[in-house]
Each structure stands twice: as C-alpha cells, then as structure tokens.
C-alpha cells in the first residue's frame, strides 16, 4: 500500500514565524500535492510538484513555497505564518501511469497560527 | 475551465436504506472522475475512480458509482448504508489534457447515516 506521511498531526505556531511542513511518501511517485482544506471550501491546491526540482503554482500559492529536491520529499514553507493560514494542510502522491492516476493522501497537519 | 459541483452539503440515511451522493463536473474532453472519504481528523482514502470502460464502476466499502455522460455525473451510490458510513465525501475530476495529475476537488458532502 502507498503510504504518505506527514511530520506533525497537530502545529501550533506564532505570527511572523517560519512553518515547515513535510511530507514523504514511499511508493516512487512522481507527483505530489500540498492542499489547505477549509470547512466549506473544499481542498484547495496551494502548489504541486511533478518532478524533482520542479514545482507548479497551484490555486492559492501566495504566502506559501515549496522544495523538493529528492524523490520522495516535498515541503511546504509558510515564510511568515498569519493567522488566515490556520487550516488543515494535505499532502498527496501519484504516479503518472494512467491506469493508476488516483492521489494518495496523508493523515493531515492542522496548523494553529496564533 | 474545469469544475465539479456536489449540490448537498448534507445527506441523511437511514441505516440499511440505500444513499446516493450526487457530484456533476465540466471539463474538456473524456473525464477522469473520483471519489474520496474523509473521516474526522483523517486525510482523504480513495474509494473509486472511472477512467474509461464500463459506466458503472465498483470501488472499496461496498460503494459504486454510475458515469453518465450526457448527464455529465457522476453519483456515488450504496445499497445499503451503514452507521460506519458516516464521513465527508468529496468529488473530483481530472481532465484528459491536464498536466501534473492535478484533480479539482467539489466542496465536499457530510454523510449522516442514522441507526
């Protein structure tokens, strides 16, 4: 089974700091996904990455970067946390092969910006 | 541009009676089409997708979703509900010239299932 980790279930930071989010995922997918999940709003997809090295704007990427320099690892980077980053941060995988193109999720990182 | 709608923020079943979670999309070209559950403080589990094929597609939990084109939907359905069914269910689609796998996700629907 794909299994995609998250380093923390539970964050809670202070405005103006700088957030770390990781994620890792074990099945040598090429892609993977970081979305806020907000009551209401869905998943939203704040950037996506479908290669080492290489990133893709997604919906809501202000105020958010990313870095994926090996394989199996894509961070997210609130370079100034605030208060409306407060949310349920996702990450997801997949592999590109189109008989197996479904994303594969983490367990999730609530982040509290105070 | 691409998008998916689920028209219910909530829907309630009786246990044992049969629950339909309606989603509809527009995208260009064939759909790829999801369904994904989401129990409380949990990521998003994959229950089923369509890619091409047979319009009725089976997925995990006992769960089904029927392809219809002409109507552009793409409902997730069950014979028989079960308490243990209740969870957020989100719809979500690719479209055949996206890049990167990216998927459009709806809003999501709460599912209630009553005993």
């Known amino acids: 089974d794909v299994k995609v980790t998250q380093s923390s279930r539970y964050l809670v930071k202070r405005t103006g700091e700088k957030v770390f989010l990781e994620c890792v995922q074990d099945?040598?997918?090429?892609?993977m996904f970081w979305y806020r999940q907000d009551p209401g709003l869905g998943l939203r997809l704040i950037y996506f990455?479908?290669?080492?090295?290489?990133?893709e704007k997604g919906d809501i990427p202000e105020g958010y970067s990313v870095s994926r320099e090996k394989k199996e690892r894509f961070s997210l980077i609130l370079e100034s946390a605030s208060t409306n980053q407060t949310s349920m941060y996702l990450c997801?995988?997949?592999?590109?092969?189109?008989?197996?193109?479904?994303?594969?999720f983490g367990p999730g990182t609530r982040l509290t910006v105070l | 541009a691409q998008s998916v709608a689920q028209p219910e923020d909530q829907v309630n079943v009786a246990e044992g009676n049969p629950l339909t979670v309606k989603c509809t999309y527009s995208v260009s070209g064939n759909p790829y089409l999801f369904w994904y559950v989401q129990y409380p403080n949990r990521g998003l589990q994959f229950l089923l997708k369509y890619i091409t094929g047979d319009n009725l597609v089976k997925g995990s939990y006992g769960f089904e979703a029927e392809f219809n084109k002409s109507q552009t939907s793409f409902h997730l359905k069950k014979p028989s509900a079960l308490v243990s069914d209740s969870a957020l269910y989100f719809c979500a689609v690719r479209g055949f010239y996206n890049q990167g796998g990216k998927l459009i996700f709806g809003q999501g629907t709460e599912l209630s299932v009553k005993p």
């Open positions: 099945m040598d997918h090429e892609n």
């Open positions: 990455s479908y290669d080492v090295k290489m990133k």
């Open positions: 997801a995988s997949s592999s590109p092969a189109e008989d197996s193109i479904e994303q594969f």
